[in-house]
């Protein structure tokens, strides 16, 4: 008895490729070949490229939060003086702050002073929030410390002043210039409260990659700035890194346990989780959506089948009457549905993983022809646009791709298959 030739075997694949290769002459149907071919690579690069910017975004935007602002902050609740007014500093900041350091996954504690203040130089004026720091502290800050763009010298920061980049551009002040503080919470006189001017040098200008955070803010050495917003002796809250600020939430408690009875805490997440939740949802309706223009392309291999199956009916039939099973006519057509959406897969994902790689040149090419102005950074937060390609995402679409490529051939093989021999060689 003669066996049987395994599944996919080798006349399968040779059958497939003369019917995806022949000329339309020829009964193929090598035009619509084609168009499924480059609506699957379109689609997949599309499906690459969205998933990539959205990563480079999402990492992008993290970034810039846990590298320039605390992953918590620790302040007091309010209380009320004995003369009526509030008061929420924190009189034992330092015995706080070695309390808050024995905690488990903090890495770092540093007592902050801040204000708004009017800051002027050469009848140019700029709002600026004013964080007091200590030169030691503010080196371990990453964003600012090792900023993607500076001027100056960090180590200079105890004799003058760090401001944004942004905030040195509004004021047109550079390194060494020397610019005017004005808070109206000033020095305190029988007549009332008197504006505090102060004047400063810049002795660092730094971009922390946040349009944001360098358009208002500026760093004044701790003490200095305890003297200028009148915190002789206290602090208004401490900022506090931990090792893992993905897991912030399991240290809260800790944190409030070290901190005493009048301490409130506010995360990173609490400041950003708006957005982050925005933006996750946004992630999921993009992919959703970009998964049907997947779709769609595949369906474009259905219709290339059909016209398959139909232009080679005499070739089944006599398939068929020659000892072809029904199985082996239904493999030959899944092979060449499901290879033209394999094909299309590789080549959207190496299109789109190379606009990844290249987005930045892809990018100003884009600008340039535009005439400039494409990406506000007002607008979007950071400077450019990012990509960061993740195994994942790149998975999930080469997944979805062949899923749906594969789905969608099963029905015209079927149909392929089932075709009676008899019908089909009767008019020929």
């Known amino acids: ?22 000329r339309r002459a ?14 699957i690579t379109l689609a997949v690069f599309a499906l690459v490229a969205t998933l990539a910017v959205r990563s480079g975004f999402r990492a992008e935007f993290v970034d810039t939060i846990l590298g320039a602002n605390a992953h918590v ?41 801040k204000g708004q203040v009017m800051a002027s130089y050469r009848g140019r004026n700029a709002g600026a929030e004013v964080f007091g720091i200590s030169a030691e502290d503010l080196a371990t800050i990453p964003r600012i410390a090792e900023p993607e763009q500076s001027l100056g010298d960090i180590a200079r920061f105890e004799e003058g002043i760090a401001i944004g980049w942004g905030v040195a551009q509004q004021l047109n002040a550079s390194v060494g210039d020397r610019i005017k503080l004005i808070s109206p919470d000033g020095a305190k006189t029988p007549f009332g409260t008197s ?11 730094f971009q922390a990659g946040r349009y944001d955070i360098d358009r208002t803010r500026a760093y004044l050495p701790f003490a200095e700035a305890q003297v200028y917003f009148n915190r002789e002796g206290v602090a208004d809250e401490l900022e506090v890194m931990v090792a893992n600020p993905d897991a912030v939430e399991q240290m809260t408690l800790p944190l409030l346990r070290a901190g005493g009875e009048r301490v409130l805490l506010w995360t990173w997440r609490d400041a950003s989780g708006a957005f982050l939740r925005a933006l996750e949802v946004e992630d999921n309706v993009m992919f959703v959506i970009l998964s049907i223009l997947v779709l769609i392309a595949a369906m474009n291999i259905i219709s290339g089948l059909i016209m398959l199956v139909k232009n080679k009916g005499r070739d089944i039939g006599i398939l068929r009457t020659m000892g072809l099973t029904e199985g082996s006519v239904m493999r030959v057509f899944f092979i060449c549905g499901a290879s033209v959406g394999t094909v299309g897969t590789v080549a959207g994902v190496i299109l789109g993983c190379l606009f990844a790689i290249y987005i930045d040149p892809i990018f100003s090419f884009v600008n340039y022809v535009s005439g400039g102005g494409v990406w506000d950074p007002s607008i979007r937060g950071i400077y450019a646009l990012p990509a960061k390609l993740e195994l994942a995402d790149v998975l ?8 749906l490529s594969f789905g969608v051939t099963i029905f015209p093989a079927r149909r392929a298959a089932r075709m009676n021999p008899v019908e089909a060689l009767r008019y020929e």
Do not use: C, H
């Open 26 to 39: 020829e009964g193929g149907v090598s035009v619509m070949t084609w168009i499924s071919l480059v609506g």
């Open 1 to 22: 008895m003669a066996k049987s030739p395994p599944p996919f075997a080798g006349f399968e694949w040779m059958i497939a490729w003369r019917y995806l290769r022949a």
């Open 195 to 205: 504006p505090r001017v102060n004047i400063y040098e810049v002795v660092y200008i």
């Open 396 to 403: 999930s679409a080469v997944v979805l791709s062949l899923g």
């Open 73 to 113: 902050t620790v302040y007091n609740s309010v209380t009320v003086t004995e003369t009526g007014q509030s008061n929420r500093v924190i009189d034992d900041y330092d015995a706080m702050a070695d309390r808050l350091r024995e905690v488990p996954g903090v890495t770092r504690v540093a007592p902050l002073v």
